[in-house]
């Protein structure tokens, strides 16, 4: 790894660094170079301006993408230098280095199988990716996130002057007969009770249709009922013990009629 040891301070071990506390470990504050660089100082939202905040920026790009140490920091200094010149902070190149401007996942991510070239490679292809047709950074996700913000904030704005505008409208009492609003108001009625009508039209029509369809169903079965009646009547006249029960069963349809 190509990570710049700080002088060892004598108190911790010279090889992690760290103070071992049994389970816990502790990473020396003095010569650790996780804080010797102060990375704890250093707000990844803020755009590094100087020289050296642009170092620290990029040691503090190393220690939080592991992928990253096998490159030298003057080297990520010198690839993230113009980006972090047009306002980049070093989380607008995590981003870059995590996602495409369209905002798509990139296909190749650094790893720290990587040999040191092939990393500064990958590196400069996915920075890349975040440049103009002339090598210059587009503006950085943050500020797009910026950008839309305000655009949004404007569009809100604009549209709430024109309700208000809207609202403090004095109210016209002749706009309704002007706007003809009324009038339609009216037609839509007058339409609404004609669909009725016919409806109801419509419904008793079919009532007296289904009346007139059993009356008349009524009729012709008793019409049957008479001739079967006559019928029979005229089958069994000939014996006297069966005419009054042929009587009986005539009166019983009539009953069920
Ligand atoms: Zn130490």
């Known amino acids: 790894m190509a990570i710049e040891m700080p ?53 503090w790009l190393m220690y939080e993408m592991v992928s990253l140490r096998a490159l030298a920091v003057v080297e990520l200094r010198r690839r993230t230098r113009a980006f972090f010149e047009q306002g980049w902070t070093p989380l607008d190149v995590i981003h870059a280095l995590d996602f495409d401007p369209d905002g798509s996942r990139v296909r190749a991510v650094a790893s720290t199988n990587d040999s040191a070239d092939l990393l500064e490679r990958r590196v400069l292809n ?55 609003a009324r009038q339609v108001a009216a037609e839509a009625i007058a339409k609404g009770r004609a669909i009725k009508a016919e409806g109801r039209r419509r419904e008793q029509a079919a009532l ?31 014996s006297s013990e069966t005419a009054p029960r042929a009587k009986g069963d005539e009166h019983d349809h009539r009953a069920v009629a």
């Open 208 to 238: 007296d249709r289904q009346q007139s369809d059993d009356v008349s169903y009524e009729r012709r079965v008793q019409q049957t009922m008479r001739q079967l009646d006559k019928f029979r009547f005229g089958v069994l006249s000939g």
């Open 126 to 180: 996915l920075l890349s990716s975040w440049c103009d047709e002339h090598g210059r950074p587009l503006p950085s996700p943050s500020q797009q996130a910026a950008a839309r913000n305000r655009r949004l904030r404007e569009r809100q704005r604009l549209t709430r002057t024109k309700l208000a505008e809207i609202a403090s409208r004095p109210p016209n009492p002749q706009g309704s007969a002007r706007s003809g």
């Open 7 to 59: 002088e060892w301070c004598g108190a911790c071990d010279p090889l992690t660094r760290r103070f071992n506390l049994g389970d816990l470990e502790k990473r020396c504050p003095d010569c650790h170079p996780y804080w010797a660089f102060g990375h704890s100082s250093i707000d990844p939202t803020c755009v590094p301006a100087t020289r050296l905040e642009q170092e620290r920026a990029a040691r």
